[in-house]
């Protein structure tokens, strides 16, 4: 889970935050490697790794999206940093433990029993569980206090921005291990939920939180919202999706692909069709919508059809 939402004084204090925080307020090559190391250490040497992990990446993700950064150059360094980092055993960790049993199990200990830095144990698990958290709260103004006034940094709108932009600026990196802690399905989810519907209306599958109508936005920003999330993803990941395998799509996310929506009832998965739907869509919102939604909306717009008109010359 994440801790974003949390009211202040409700956890003890993180002991990543300040090795994060450190390190974003210099951010230097040697900075991202010490920050790197004195992570790493800490986790390796906690009598309860597990939990270590995920301290460390919860703090990593709300300096995500607390900050105001629109390119999360530091982080991605930081990232880069730890991968690169030699793999290390938990010192603290009696063998054969449950706890050790159970980091084996889920992977994020490998057999030879070391961390192996460079797949960044538990990061995609923590990754899907902020994102799951920032998308079901969206609609939400932050305010809860009842004072009137919100403990947050911006709305959770704003979060969830942040934290799309940067998950599609990483998976833009086109490196192995990028798509292996964000995967490009994310980009074909925001699509065809956004893309292939008629307009606004909530999912059917996934129904909002309700708070209070005073402290929700209404359905015509919650839908440029999910407009300008989706055309974020395409902007920045639509490469990663369109190169994906396509037998390790039907192999992996068959039921996913076929699933019929609005304005796509065919099936048949992610067909040049599709794309050029999608090209269509973001065109007509372009006219729809205005300022940012609408200028990231062309730049999504852009890339898609970058990539037919690519398709279309190789053909050639």
């Known amino acids: 889970m994440s801790s974003i939402f949390d009211p202040p004084g409700t956890n003890p204090p993180n002991p990543f935050s300040p090795v994060i925080e450190d390190y974003l307020s210099s951010s230097t090559a040697s900075s991202s ?3 790197a190391s004195l992570a790493v250490e800490k986790v390796s040497s906690s009598s309860n ?14 300096t995500v999206v607390i900050q105001a950064s629109t390119s999360f150059d530091s982080h991605l360094t930081l990232l880069s940093s730890i991968r690169a980092h030699p793999p290390t055993a938990p010192t603290s960790l009696a063998p054969g433990s449950d706890i050790e049993k159970g980091l084996l199990t889920s992977g994020h200990l490998q057999l030879d029993r070391l961390f192996h830095w460079s797949k960044l144990p538990l990061f995609a698990a923590q990754w899907g569980d902020t994102h799951g958290i920032l998308e079901a709260w969206r ?26 932009t940067f ?13 292996s802690v964000v995967h490009p399905i994310n980009v074909f989810y925001a699509a065809r939920n956004v893309l292939e519907r008629q307009g606004i209306h909530a999912r059917e599958d996934e129904p909002l939180h309700t708070t209070g109508g005073e402290h929700k936005l209404d359905a015509q920003q919650v839908w440029e919202l999910d407009v300008r999330v989706t055309a974020i993803w395409l902007k920045w990941g ?12 039907r ?9 019929k929506a609005d304005l796509w009832n065919q099936g048949k998965g992610l067909t040049r069709e599709r794309w050029e739907l999608w090209a ?37």
């Open 33 to 35: 490697a010490q920050a």
């Open 49 to 62: 790794p597990s939990n270590a992990l995920y301290l460390f990446w919860d703090a990593f993700f709300n």
């Open 139 to 164: 609609d939400w103004d932050g305010i809860r206090q009842p004072s009137g006034t919100s403990a947050l940094s911006a709305t959770p709108a704003e979060y969830f921005l942040r934290f799309v």
């Open 167 to 179: 998950s599609a600026i990483l998976l833009s990196q086109h490196t192995t291990w990028s798509k």
């Open 238 to 249: 639509g490469r990663a999706l369109w190169e994906m395998d396509p037998v390790y799509l």
């Open 251 to 259: 192999e992996h996310f068959a039921r996913t692909l076929d699933w």
């Open 280 to 316: 269509a869509r973001l065109r007509n919102l372009e006219g729809e919508t205005e300022g940012e939604t609408r200028e990231v909306a062309r730049e999504a717009r852009v890339v898609v059809e970058g990539l037919l008109a690519g398709e279309e010359e190789g053909q050639k």
